[in-house]
C-alpha cells in the first residue's frame, strides 16, 4: 500500500501474492525477495533490515502533480506489517519518485480514508 504522508487520498494497493516470494541467504542472514510482471511490475529486496522497492503500472497512484513530498510504503505481511515513510525524495517528478535514504520509521502513520465516490 502506497499513499501520501500528508494523509490526502488517493491510497495504491498493490497485490504481492505468495508466488511472487522467494528465501535467499543463510539462515542468520535471511532475505526476501518479491517479483511480478503483472498489471504493475514490482520488485521487493528485504534483507539487513533494508527495503528496497521497484516498481510501476497501473495500480500505482499517478506522479501527474509533482512534487508528491513524503510517501508512505506499508508492506502488510501475515506476521506484521513494515512500514518505510521516509524523511523526503531525491528525485519528485511527474516520471519518477525516489526516496531518500532514512533510518526504520518507528511508527507509521494512519492510512488515509478512501474517498467516497459523489452520488448521482
Known amino acids: 500500500m502506497i499513499h501520501r504522508g500528508d494523509g490526502l487520498p488517493p491510497v495504491a494497493v498493490v497485490p504481492l501474492p505468495a ?11 535471511p532475505a526476501y525477495l518479491f517479483s511480478s510482471h503483472a498489471d504493475t511490475s514490482a520488485s521487493i529486496s528485504w534483507k539487513a533490515g533494508k527495503l528496497v522497492v521497484k516498481a510501476k503500472g497501473a495500480l500505482l497512484r499517478s506522479l501527474a ?3 508528491q513530498g513524503r510517501l508512505v510504503l506499508r ?6 506489517s513494515l512500514c518505510a515513510w521516509p524523511s523526503g525524495a531525491l528525485v519528485d517528478t511527474t516520471s519518477r519518485w525516489q ?8 511508527a507509521c502513520p494512519a ?9 448521482p
Open 99 to 106: 526516496a531518500a535514504k532514512s533510518p526504520p520509521a518507528s
Open 111 to 119: 492510512i488515509p480514508p478512501t474517498p467516497t465516490p459523489a452520488a
Open 19 to 29: 508466488a511472487g516470494w522467494r528465501r535467499s541467504g543463510t539462515s542468520s542472514r
Open 75 to 80: 508492506l502488510e505481511l501475515a506476521r506484521g
Open 65 to 67: 502533480d509533482a512534487p
